[in-house]
């Protein structure tokens, strides 16, 4: 088995199947370079969650809203440029 590289966090967050979270479980075994990496990516998620949770400013909630109303149609978009021919080649 290669490295886990993008399957490390779906192991970190239990999201792989059994038999593949159990060869990713004997990878660690054997390689350092992933083991490292689990555990980095452990301790970030564990950051992660013990800092406060943030509530969005109204003006940040009204201006978000705002980009989701209709507004003015867009303009059509211009036609597009033919490339100019290839010499020797015709279609």
């Given at each position: 088995?290669?490295h886990l590289?993008?399957?490390?966090?779906?192991?970190?967050?239990?999201?792989?199947?059994?038999?593949?979270?159990?060869?990713?479980?004997?990878?660690?075994?054997?390689?350092?370079?992933?083991?490292?990496?689990?555990?980095?990516?452990?301790?970030?998620?564990?950051?992660?969650?013990?800092?406060?949770?943030?509530e969005p400013?109204?003006?940040?909630?009204?201006?978000?809203?705002?980009?989701?109303?209709?507004?003015?149609?867009?303009?059509?978009?211009?036609?597009?440029?033919?490339?100019?021919?290839?010499?020797?080649?015709?279609?």
């Amino acid at each position: 088995m290669r490295h886990l590289d993008e399957r490390i966090s779906d192991l970190v967050d239990d999201r792989l199947e059994h038999d593949e979270r159990d060869r990713a479980l004997v990878h660690l075994t054997v390689c350092a370079h992933c083991r490292e990496a689990v555990e980095l990516e452990r301790d970030a998620r564990n950051a992660l969650r013990s800092l406060p949770s943030v509530e969005p400013s109204q003006r940040l909630v009204a201006s978000l809203l705002a980009l989701a109303e209709p507004g003015e149609p867009l303009p059509p978009a211009p036609p597009a440029a033919q490339p100019p021919p290839v010499a020797g080649w015709r279609p």
